[in-house]
T-cell receptor, first 107, second 117 residues
């Protein structure tokens, strides 16, 4: 069993839909990253959070430390949101990554 | 730009060749990380530097992999006698963190896609 699991693995949506990507982890963590990876490999950090909720534009990230679960929400999705979204948790000394959720948003 | 840069962006090597992948971190970033990302997978940790010191190399898959950061800025990941299973995207990230246990945001480079034929 992977220490960080994401669901779904693949997600397709129509433009405008509300998107939710989930991340569950089994290790003790100090913080959690949500990352966005576009084709070609470049990774951009979206959020770093250790409790509660953060919002940036159309993106919202929440974390429940007791349940070891985080969600990334995208409101009013757009084709340019199409990417792989990766959850990474900060264990005792290094980041542990999920395998990612591939999102495709169609116009 | 002021981001993390990596070169080359793409590298094709024949099996058995040696390759060297370069990472230029953000200026002033103390910590530097190398990750390996196989197709369809999330990145996996390879090694970590704090300045010029390689503090953790537990993720290097074999002794054919070697990383250095001699002056505490630019880093090179070298793979000797490449094998097909080495084909992956190699990502570099840097951060302001001065401790392996502290959590500062990591800034990722665009990666080097290595294909071993």
């Amino acid at each position: 069993k992977n220490e960080v699991e994401q669901s779904p693995q693949n997600l397709t949506a129509q433009e405008g839909e509300f998107i939710t990507i989930n991340c569950s982890y089994s290790v003790g963590i100090s913080a959690l990253h949500w990352l966005q990876q576009h084709p070609g490999g470049g990774i951009v950090s979206l959020f770093m959070l250790s409790s509660g909720k953060k919002k940036h534009g159309r993106l919202i990230a929440t974390i429940n430390i007791q349940e070891k679960h985080s969600s990334l929400h995208i409101t009013a999705s757009h084709p340019r949101d199409s990417a792989v979204y990766i959850c990474a948790v900060k264990g005792p000394d290094k980041l542990i990554f999920g395998t990612g959720t591939r999102l495709q948003v169609f116009p | 730009g002021a981001g993390v840069s990596q070169s080359p962006r793409y590298k094709v090597a024949k099996r058995g060749q040696d390759v060297a992948l370069r990472c230029d971190p953000i200026s002033g970033h103390v910590s530097l990380f190398w990750y390996q990302q196989a197709l369809g997978q999330g990145p996996e940790f390879l090694t970590y530097f704090q300045n010029e010191a390689q503090l953790d190399k537990s993720g290097l898959p074999s002794d054919r992999f070697f990383a250095e950061r001699p002056e505490g800025s630019v880093s090179t990941l070298k793979i000797q006698r490449t094998q097909q299973e080495d084909s992956a995207v190699y990502l570099c990230a840097s951060s302001l963190s001065t401790s392996p246990t502290a959590f500062y945001e990591q800034y990722f480079g665009p990666g080097t896609r290595l294909t071993v034929t």
